[in-house]
């Protein structure tokens, strides 16, 4: 045990906040305590994202805020983690951020544990430390301040992506697909699940090619129903799936088992086959509607989230309103849109012109905004006096926040302590990102 404390700072997507708790998990392994203010600190992570520009941005500034602290005390230990580093190596990164001591690649906390018990530098050598941390991988420990508190858990399914997207820069900095053993994901789950896990979502660039790398494991719907055994975790989801991949026996796995809830998260990209064939998706934009319709037969009530790039290299004003027309008629419940960033050293980086301006992209980005506002408030609409199922996480400023099956965000005002139980609640007020309800309790009959 020591007296030191860390604090981590997360960018990006969930698998990032999955592997920022791997890294917390790691170090009170090693009896560092978890701080959220950086200034109290021994250990500082900045765990990265460079999907976009902005992301990538973020983080720089993050780190160079910390350079005030890092004067102060020298012997503080700062780590770059993630995708700003990627699995290449770090040497150019060494040189342009010297007041970095430890650089770890995206779901690795091995560099920065080898770092702090061996006192050297082994940034990147990883697997002596990658192996260590499989070994406590299989029984995740939460970090404490979220033991008991956490009710809703990601787990890294399949690391990696071997997918060509030509704008994608993923796959150049987390590696090519890998899926995790069977056995080391349900050990994970099993150990959320005793710290009072509730909801668990498995995750993966194209989470539907899990096991594809394993001879003789299940594939997800297999990986799925193995889960879905586990005793006290009572929802599970998985994300993201991708249109070439997300099978009927999936589907049908989730319309059959009880624990699977109703929503897919399956990105288009864009609503133009040739716009989608200079992305290298491999599918048409029919092909996508054809796919959604499937997903409403097989699975009932189910809800469905999109991804969308606008501005992509090339793209007309007439390529650009067949996405809008696509998102139209779909009416889907989630779509997260993003503004084209070129990404060094990706096809469409080196092959393609950024030739759509930026405020242009921008007009094309709110005008989607503004459609799809309007198509999920009225979609939310129509809960209103309705019972919902809500699972609650967590009271934020005075109310808790609860998501229904189909991943609707329901805030309820209420005294009791609803962390981690599931309640049936009365929608009371919809708007586009979010519900109100109250509480539909039996009235106590007092004699
Ligand atoms: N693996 C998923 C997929 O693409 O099917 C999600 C990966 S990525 C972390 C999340 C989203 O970021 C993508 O779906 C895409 O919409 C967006 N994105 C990726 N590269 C981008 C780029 N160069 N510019 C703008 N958005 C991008």
Same mark, same amino acid.
């Given at each position: ?10 960018e ?10 791997r ?10 305590t978890?701080?959220?203010?950086? #200034?109290?600190a ?6 990265t ?14 780190l ?6 890092? #004067? ?9 983690m993630?995708c ?10 060494? *040189?342009?951020? =010297?007041m ?10 091995g ?8 006192? &050297?530098i ?5 697997d ?6 499989e ?10 301040? +979220?033991r008991?508190?956490?009710?809703s ?20 900095k987390?590696?090519? +697909? %890998? ?9 994970e ?39 879905? &055994? ?12 991708? =249109?070439?991949?997300?099978?009927t ?6 319309? &059959?088992l009880?624990?699977?809830m ?14 989608? +064939?200079?992305?290298? %998706? ?7 509607r ?5 997903? %409403? ?8 989230a ?10 007309? #004003? &007439?390529?650009f ?30 092959r ?5 301006p930026?405020? *242009?992209k ?30 609650? #996480?967590?009271?934020?400023?005075? %109310?808790?926040?609860?998501r229904?099956p ?9 005294d009791d ?9 009365t ?21």
């Amino acid at each position: 045990m020591n007296d030191k404390k860390y604090h981590v700072w997360t960018e990006g997507c969930q698998m990032n906040v999955a592997d920022s708790q791997r890294v917390g998990s790691s170090l009170e392994h090693l009896g560092y305590t978890f701080t959220d203010t950086a #200034e109290e600190a021994d250990v500082i992570v900045l765990n990265t994202c460079v999907v976009r520009q902005s992301a990538e941005d973020k983080a720089l500034g993050r780190l160079s805020s910390l350079k005030p602290l890092k #004067e102060k005390n020298p012997d503080l230990v700062i780590n770059l983690m993630g995708c700003l580093v990627g699995v290449r190596g770090a040497e150019k990164l060494r *040189e342009k951020l =010297p007041m970095v001591d430890v650089f770890s690649p995206p779901s690795d906390p091995g560099p920065l544990i080898s770092y702090l018990t061996q006192g &050297e530098i082994r940034a990147l050598e990883t697997d002596e430390t990658t192996r260590r941390f499989e070994v406590m991988d299989g029984e995740l420990l939460l970090p404490v301040h +979220e033991r008991g508190q956490l009710v809703s858990a990601h787990i890294p399914v399949v690391y990696g992506c071997s997918h060509a997207c030509t704008y994608c820069i993923i796959p150049n900095k987390r590696g090519i +697909e %890998r899926s995790r053993p069977v056995g080391d994901i349900v050990a994970e789950v099993r150990s959320l699940a005793a710290q009072g896990v509730k909801e668990i979502t498995l995750l993966g660039q194209i989470v539907d090619r899990y096991g594809k790398d394993i001879l003789d494991g299940p594939d997800l719907a297999g990986l799925l129903r193995i889960v879905h &055994e586990v005793e006290g975790i009572q929802r599970i989801r998985f994300l993201t799936s991708h =249109p070439n991949y997300f099978s009927t026996d999936l589907m049908d796995t989730v319309a &059959e088992l009880p624990k699977l809830m109703p929503h897919i998260e399956v990105p288009i990209q864009a609503g133009d086959d040739t716009v989608l +064939e200079n992305m290298k %998706r491999g599918y048409t934009q029919q092909q996508y509607r054809d796919l959604v319709t499937t997903i %409403r037969e097989r699975i009932p009530d189910c809800s469905i989230a999109t991804d969308i790039i606008v501005g992509f290299p090339g793209e007309t #004003e &007439e390529q650009f309103m067949q996405t809008y027309r696509v998102l139209a008629d779909l009416k889907l419940d989630v779509a997260h849109l993003a503004r084209y960033s070129p990404r060094a050293n990706t096809v469409s980086d080196r092959r393609m012109d950024d030739d759509v301006p930026d405020k *242009e992209k921008r007009r094309r980005f709110h005008l989607l905004e503004d459609m799809q506002a309007e198509i999920v408030g009225d979609i939310n609409a129509k809960f209103l006096g309705q019972q919902v199922e809500v699972l609650f #996480e967590e009271k934020v400023k005075g %109310r808790w926040k609860g998501r229904t099956p189909t991943n609707k965000l329901v805030f309820v005002e209420s005294d009791d302590d609803l962390r981690g139980k599931i309640e049936h609640v009365t929608v009371t007020w919809t708007g586009p990102w979010s519900m109100q309800a109250s509480l539909m309790r039996q009235p106590v009959i007092s004699l």
